[in-house]
């Protein structure tokens, strides 16, 4: 690295604005104009992040479900994973620098305390559909390149395809975008393999984001073996009143779907593809029933747990499966999986990287989040005992199926359908039945404006207000008087409010219940 080339690189990028933008839950996200500066600079720090461990990074310029207006970036560890969370600081640290010397200046901390090597690196880029990615797409590939690195531009790409890639990249493994239709569609037909597809096909709402082109080219590969009519592919309208993250906060059918009929079996993807959730008309107005992430990860355990049961021998342990869930998991799906699938509940604070941790200490983690992002895990022993049964067992053929085509980088919707298509199918099962495992309880989400919401604190995993101080007592107190009623307050990872959620027995009891907690907040 040539301080000088790279002091100069640095000037084309400096932050006029003046705005510090910060790592958020998942990474930089805001109005796609203020975004250059810290999109270069993630280039910068994706390049050392590849230095420091040897293999190969990924960044995607996303703003998920988001206005189209906005945009952000995605940063992808070798594993495949999000960045390490160790190196948050370096990001903010680096978005915050004034000009290119404060730039330069922390580059060289970064080396020096991280006793990184220097060298070449290559990362892996990718954006979503928006139309500010090209400029910001220029915008890491000069950061990368400026560290003397090697910037892959991978294209339009879902947010899960990428950390897909980088994870097959870094194992040695074919990781082009062909591999992984080929990986997830092979797996697909293999665990579908003698079970009947059913009558109906399967609607989906694509949120005119990046996800429709891409399942569709899955789709194609599957016909008929998968039988999907996409809807909301345009170039116009990302998220606009369509996409997993309008399914779950309105609770009412997506643009483009009035004609469909009740029953009928839908599913919904936000702007990136990387949340899921399933969702059925319900009368003749616009309301639907909704299968969010919690369902969806109960369903998972089930398929898993019908497989691996045939695994149980008395000479081995029973391989351990666990569900991890955050504090927004409706009560009636954990109380499910802990009383009907005796199966173990960890609860972590919101964000992938949170729940994916918890999720790898079981052979089989399964985490969502009732937003419908979310995936299932296999552990390395698992996978190895599965191999050594191999062909004469059905299950364990399944099982090797299932790992092949669930993407184990990060949530992914493509994946998703393919999990959850598969599992009602070798069920038998419609969405009736899906539904019938349990009822939800009824509940409300809420968002307060607040002056500042890093005065709101919490503890075990959000489920605790430590300050300021009396707010948790006044919520314990709402939430006593609340049938059936659980509530708790988080500061956003994302946007400049404090969340507040409840349920209760009834509708209007966890509406008031909510109403209730926001005017403590306030
Ligand atoms: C991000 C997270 C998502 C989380 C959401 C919470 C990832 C990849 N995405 O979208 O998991 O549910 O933030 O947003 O981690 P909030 O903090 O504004 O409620
Ligand atoms: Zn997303």
């Known amino acids: 690295m040539d ?53 190969v990074t990924g960044l995607v310029v996303t703003a998920s479900h988001n206005p189209v207006e906005d945009n952000g970036v995605k940063l992808v560890d070798p594993t495949g994973y999000m960045l390490d969370q160790a190196w948050e600081a370096w990001a903010n640290k680096l978005a915050a620098a004034d000009d290119e010397d404060g730039t330069c200046a922390v580059v060289q901390e970064l080396f020096q305390v991280e006793d990184i090597p220097y060298g070449s690196s290559t990362v892996m880029l990718a954006h979503d559909t928006r139309p500010s990615a090209d400029a910001l797409v220029k915008a890491a590939a000069a950061g990368v390149a400026a560290m003397g690195s090697l910037p892959i531009a991978c294209g339009q790409l879902t947010t899960p395809q990428l950390h897909w890639m980088v994870r097959q990249c870094n194992a040695g493994l074919k990781h082009k975008e062909k591999a992984y239709y080929e990986a997830l569609a092979t797996g697909y037909a293999r665990l579908v393999s003698g079970h009947p597809a059913p009558s109906e096909g399967l609607i989906v709402d694509c949120a005119n984001g990046v996800g429709a082109a891409k399942l569709q080219v899955l789709a194609d590969r599957l016909a008929p073996g998968l039988s999907a009519e996409l809807r909301n592919t345009g170039a116009e309208g990302l998220n606009d009143c369509c996409g997993a993250d309008f399914l779950q906060k309105e609770r009412r059918l997506p643009a483009g779907f009035q004609d469909v009929p009740e029953g009928a079996r839908c599913a919904s993807l936000d702007g990136d593809a990387d949340r899921l959730v399933y969702f059925q008309r319900r009368g003749a107005a ?50 499910y999986i802990e009383e009907k699938l005796k199966c173990e509940v960890r609860v972590t604070p919101t964000g992938v990287k949170h729940l994916h941790a918890a999720a790898e200490e079981f052979d089989v983690g399964i985490y969502f989040e009732a937003n419908g992002h979310g995936t299932v895990l296999f552990s390395a022993a698992l996978v190895q005992r599965l191999h050594e049964l191999g062909d004469d067992s059905g299950p364990a053929k399944a099982l090797l199926a299932l790992v092949d085509m669930v993407n184990q980088a990060v949530g992914d919707a493509l994946s998703g359908v393919l999990l959850v298509e598969a599992a009602l199918r070798r069920k038998k099962w419609g969405l009736p039945e899906w539904a019938a495992l349990y009822t939800d309880l009824p509940s409300r989400q809420l968002k307060v404006k607040v002056a500042d919401r890093s005065v709101v604190t919490t503890s075990h995993a ?34 400049d409010v404090v969340r507040v959620y409840a349920e209760a027995a009834t509708q209007s009891a966890a509406d008031d219940l909510a109403r209730l907690v926001a005017r403590h907040v306030h």
């Open 3 to 55: 301080l000088g080339t790279l002091k100069e690189s640095c000037s084309q990028y400096n932050n006029p604005s003046k705005v510090k933008l910060t790592y958020g839950t998942a990474g930089f996200r805001a109005e796609a104009s203020l975004l250059p500066s810290t999109v270069y600079r993630c280039g910068l720090l994706m390049a050392l992040r590849a230095l420091k461990t040897g293999g």
């Open 286 to 335: 616009d309301e639907v029933h909704l299968f969010d992430g919690d369902r969806i990860a109960v369903l998972a355990a089930l398929l898993v747990m019908d497989l691996l049961r045939s695994l149980i021998t008395a000479e081995q342990p029973p391989p351990t499966v666990g569900i991890v869930q955050t504090a927004y998991a409706n009560g009636a799906s954990t109380a």
């Open 462 to 495: 959000e489920t605790r207000v430590e300050s300021p101080s009396g707010l948790q007592q006044l919520i314990d107190s709402a939430v006593a008087a609340a049938p059936s009623g659980r509530a708790f307050v988080r500061p956003s990872g994302t946007e």
